[in-house]
């Protein structure tokens, strides 16, 4: 495994890969994972969507330009 960069990039990548799967799992088995884990829009539930939406952002911009957080790993 290669180094993904400072602790915001490693959160980042980790949080987009959770948004990833939940989406896949709801595709594919039609169960929301973070929602069956956590409850279906509850608080918890909503600061995670609401967390993978902010990663989602933040890798936009570490794509186009390079990490937010000017670690130099772009
Ligand atoms: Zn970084």
Known sequence: MTSQGCIVCKA????????????????IFQTDL????????TMASR???GLVGV???????SCFKQCPCQCKKA
């Open 12 to 27: 980042v990548c980790a949080l987009v890969i959770i948004g990833a799967l939940n989406w896949g799992a709801i595709g």
């Open 34 to 41: 973070v929602a069956k884990v956590l409850g279906e829009m």
């Open 47 to 49: 600061v995670v969507y």
């Open 55 to 61: 990663a989602g952002l933040l890798k936009i911009v």
